[in-house]
């Protein structure tokens, strides 16, 4: 078999959070800032702090998510400050509604930083609040369901995810109705479980619902439609139908053209992934260009240095590297190995698999002293993070013990 890194797409992703904050959240982090030192000056006990707090995180917030950062640790950094403000001032209130909202936010930024255990506390507390505040079935409880959920998909604890996705999707579909806009979201969120798991008869079904709700509830042409398209088109990729993923793959990508612009962050996540299903079928000509667009949009709408510019860096490097252009492959490997340590941090399973994959490069130009180092650093970190049984962990440990083994020979490693 050879050498595929692990899909870094539902890692880096954010599940959906819900606002129950009834103010429109501002665009400019500056103009919160300002209102909040000033209040803080004339009224530091003014009860529109904690609301201002949670405003300015919200707004720091969607600019990582939108791509609209300009420095991407140092927003991070803001956001979770504002949030632990936030927090901080809605712990004595009567309603704790808010601070669940503030306990679910500043868990998504936990995750983002391979902060789990943090951040699994945090998911815990809000959806207790929820519960006793609203009631077992309420919406935000569904929302609350799947943050913990992806949360322990990402540590590879699918047993303890899937009744969560389970009851959130049960949730919705009877408060929302079986035909709402967030019942396709839970639908898609377990489907993406039971594909991470190679369930993929189980998936199959849950992602056509989706897509057939997107477009009755939203339309053909909806960038949620283009969502579901998109993840029906992955299940058929990895299955091996190809034929079947490239018409949905393509349709994805026109609408996400049509809709977002010709340079949004997820036309470079379509452009991305039909490269990859092209690459699958060999068709190497095509899917360069595709990468290096993909590539180049990430590069410009988000930043050298945001994390997914660090994946088109790895998916090319990849593309390279299976031609045989390694003197190409390497320094991409290298930047966005770099990228993962300054922007998500040394410790995060991003920047293992960062590692994982120059070691392999190494390993496959006979360059094992360089190789060694960074596939034990890559595994401790999955042990550290992930634990010892995540699949991770254990596909890393046996390219551990096959390369310290020199198992393989150069350009047949499987």
Do not use: C
Not at 83 to 101: G, H, K, M, V, Y
Not at 204 to 223: F, K
Not at 289 to 306: C, K, M, N, T, Y
Not at 313 to 318: E, F, G, H, K, V
Request: aromatic residues 8%; charged residues 20%.
């Amino acid at each position: 078999m050879a050498w595929q890194p692990p899909d870094l797409q539902r890692w880096l992703t954010q599940p959906q959070t819900e606002s129950t904050e009834t103010a429109e959240t501002l665009a400019d982090p500056a103009a919160i800032e300002q209102q909040i030192a000033t209040l803080q000056a004339d009224y530091p006990n003014s009860p529109l702090l904690e609301s201002l707090y949670q405003s300015l995180g919200e707004t720091y917030f969607n600019r990582l998510q939108q791509g609209k950062a300009i420095d991407y640790p140092q927003e991070t950094a803001k956001a979770i400050a504002a949030f632990q403000a936030a927090i901080s001032r809605r712990e004595p209130l009567p309603d704790l509604t808010p601070l669940a909202n503030s306990l679910n936010y500043l868990g998504l930024l936990y995750k983002s930083q391979g902060r789990y255990a943090e951040a699994e506390s945090l998911y815990m507390r809000s959806l207790q609040i929820y519960e006793q505040q609203l009631g077992e079935d309420h919406p935000y409880v569904a929302t609350s369901l799947n943050n913990l959920a992806g949360l322990y998909e990402l540590q590879g604890r699918y047993a303890e995810a899937e009744p969560l996705y389970v009851r959130a999707l049960q949730i919705s579909e009877q408060q929302l109705g079986a035909d709402h806009p967030d019942t396709a979201a839970s639908l898609n969120n377990l489907a993406g479980l039971y594909k991470s798991q190679g369930l993929t008869t189980e998936a199959e079904p849950l992602y056509v619902r989706a897509l057939q709700i997107s477009e009755q509830e939203l339309g053909a042409d909806h960038p949620a439609t283009a969502t579901s398209l998109n993840n029906l088109a992955e299940l058929y990729r990895v299955q091996g139908r190809t034929t079947e993923a490239e018409p949905l793959y393509v349709r994805a990508l026109q609408i996400r053209e049509q809709q977002l612009g010709a340079d949004h962050p997820d036309v470079a996540q379509s452009l991305n992934n039909l490269a990859l299903l092209y690459q699958s079928q060999g068709r190497y000509a095509e899917t360069e260009p595709l990468f290096v667009r993909s590539l180049q949009i990430r590069e410009q709408q988000l930043g050298a240095d945001h994390p997914n510019t660090a994946n088109g860096l790895n998916n090319l490097a990849l593309l390279y590297e299976s031609q045989g252009r390694y003197a190409e492959a390497e320094p991409l490997y290298v930047r966005a190995l770099q990228i993962r340590e300054q922007e998500l941090g040394a410790d995060h399973p991003a920047t293992a698999i960062s590692l994982w994959s120059l070691a392999a490069l190494y390993y496959n130009m006979s360059r094992i002293a360089e190789a060694k180092p960074l596939i034990t650093r890559a595994v401790a970190i999955f042990e550290r993070t992930l634990g010892e049984q995540h699949p991770h962990t254990h596909s890393a440990r046996e390219w551990w013990r096959r390369i310290h083994n020199g198992e393989w020979g150069v350009g047949s490693r499987e």
